[in-house]
């Protein structure tokens, strides 16, 4: 199918998440996961419509950016080494995995050689599954702190995935969870973390993300396939 027409669809179901939400469609950007896609089905999806790209492997998105350029906004989604770090820094607006200090201070140190701030999203393993990457919600607050010493990092939300589950509840309680760990960071009023967006919700679970808060979705079957 084409992705016009899948964004067509994913559209209509995020508007009616909005309207039973009282939310305003304007207020979420949807991120279209290529990683299992072609550089010509991600070119498909800009011409569709989409602003942002996420990828979630260093080559992966060194490959795209060979032909799409800066023309999307890139976001690193996936876990990042450390030593990764410097291959993607130019390249992308967001990074969606900060989940250690170690990997603080390599993105600092690559971000002020690149002259830039880059904006960032503290994983968070809310559902607290052992396969899941990011910190426990618990150790969010002081990890926000220390981020007052890495000038060159803007904390813009927080990010997490919430279980491969048909149990709606338990999905609605993980991002519940994290919008209520985001509204604490945020009622800090801190410059170098403001903390507004939400990064959670993919192909199987964006409504009910929609629903709790999300401002950013990640969706790559359900726009761009697979394969």
Request: aromatic letters at 6%; a neutral charge.
């Amino acid at each position: 199918m084409k992705v016009s027409e899948n964004l067509a669809n994913i559209n209509e179901r995020i508007e009616k998440a909005c309207e039973r939400a009282g939310r305003k469609r304007g207020d979420i950007e949807i991120i279209a996961v290529t990683k299992y896609v072609s550089a010509d089905r991600a070119q498909e999806a800009l011409d569709a419509g989409i602003r942002h790209l996420g990828e979630n492997r260093d080559d992966g998105l060194l490959e795209k950016y060979k032909t799409l350029g800066n023309r999307p906004v890139w976001h690193f989604i996936g876990t990042l080494q450390t030593r990764k770090v410097k291959n993607v820094i130019d390249k992308v607006s967001y990074i969606h995995s900060l989940d250690r200090l170690s990997l603080a201070e390599e993105i600092e140190k690559r971000a002020a050689k690149a002259d830039k701030q880059m904006k960032c999203f503290i994983q968070v393993n809310v559902s607290g599954e052992e396969s899941k990457h990011g910190m426990e919600p618990g150790q969010v607050l002081d990890f926000v702190h220390k981020m007052k010493d890495f000038p060159h990092i803007l904390v813009v939300g927080l990010m997490t995935m919430a279980p491969l589950t048909d149990d709606q509840n338990t999905i609605r309680s993980t991002f519940r969870g994290l919008k209520q760990l985001q509204q604490e960071v945020e009622s800090l009023h801190l410059d170098y973390a403001p903390c507004h967006e939400l990064s959670m919700g993919m192909s199987n679970d964006f409504e009910i993300a929609v629903e709790e808060g999300a401002t950013f979705v990640r969706i790559g079957t359900a726009l761009v396939g697979s394969r």
